[in-house]
């Protein structure tokens, strides 16, 4: 039988580590996509210890750079000729307006631009499996999201809300005209909105900025256990075999708002991706 393989981005903590954790323990061989070494390594011996599993591997990938994300997907297709789970959880929340280093504005960016590409990368491999299930970390965030398109590194009245917003919204639409693009293949695609996780999101790396707030609201969010269950159930139920273009909460099928289901915004915004990331049509 074949040994089932996924990757989870932004696998070195919170959603992303509970989620690589629960899939090793079910059996399949995980790929840690993580930005920095130091904590993507703690991260492996973590996992390693809380799922008893050695089936889980550590790749870089700073989603934040074109460059990165292609070297990732390369050296991940030189190894492995089949991807069956794709989890795109990585996420940012930017405090203050910042830009990639391809000059992208972080949210959209990091969450939805850098997710774009490397899934428009690892789609052979994807293809390849005998049920390839990709699955995207989206939000309820996205309601008050708008794509932005005529300023798209919202130069003009920047706010946490609005780009964090946006980028989720950009992950629903994204899902949703993949699985279109994708029907009459073996590969599914899905989103969900996971709750209001406990996470890093939000914490400044560096110096730490937010960790206070954090801990002072940690009893009224979800644990990353609870956060990671729906995208665990659509990455692996038996049952969501067929099940590709929805959105889900708490295992659940969730009805979209009009902006979230349209079909003119998604086509929009594919063709405004591709462009940015450097892909040109087949």
Not at 147 to 173: C, E, M, Q, V
Request: aromatic share 6%.
């Amino acid at each position: 039988m074949h040994e089932q393989i996924a990757i989870v981005t932004g696998a070195s903590a919170g959603m992303g580590l509970a989620t690589t954790i629960e899939l090793a323990r079910r059996g399949i061989r995980v790929v840690m996509a993580c930005r920095s070494r130091q904590r993507g390594e703690a991260a492996l011996e973590e996992a390693k210890l809380r799922s008893g599993s050695s089936k889980l591997e550590l790749m870089l990938c700073d989603l934040g750079s074109l460059a990165s994300i292609r070297s990732f997907a390369a050296e991940f297709k030189a190894k492995y000729p089949v991807l069956d789970i794709l989890i795109n959880n990585a996420g940012v929340v930017a405090v203050k307006r910042q830009l990639t280093e391809d000059g992208f504005e972080q949210d959209f960016g990091v969450n939805h631009l850098g997710h774009f590409l490397l899934t428009h990368l690892l789609l052979e491999p994807i293809k390849a499996a005998e049920r390839g299930r990709i699955v995207v970390v989206a939000s309820g965030a996205y309601k008050v999201g708008a794509l932005h398109l005529d300023d798209p590194t919202l130069s003009r009245g920047f706010n946490p809300a609005k780009a964090y917003g946006r980028s989720k919204l950009a992950n629903i639409l994204f899902a949703r005209e993949l699985a279109e693009r994708l029907k009459g293949t073996r590969v599914t695609v899905n989103s969900l909105h996971p709750g209001a996780v406990g996470t890093s999101l939000g914490v400044n790396r560096d110096n730490g900025f937010g960790k206070g707030v954090m801990k002072l609201l940690s009893h009224f969010f979800l644990t990353p256990e609870q956060g990671a269950d729906t995208a665990v159930y659509l990455a692996t139920a038996p049952e969501l075999a067929e099940t590709t273009g929805r959105y889900f909460y708490r295992r659940k099928v969730k009805e979209l708002t009009p902006r979230a289901e349209s079909r003119e915004e998604a086509g929009r915004l594919w063709e405004f991706s591709l462009r940015a990331v450097g892909l040109a049509e087949d």
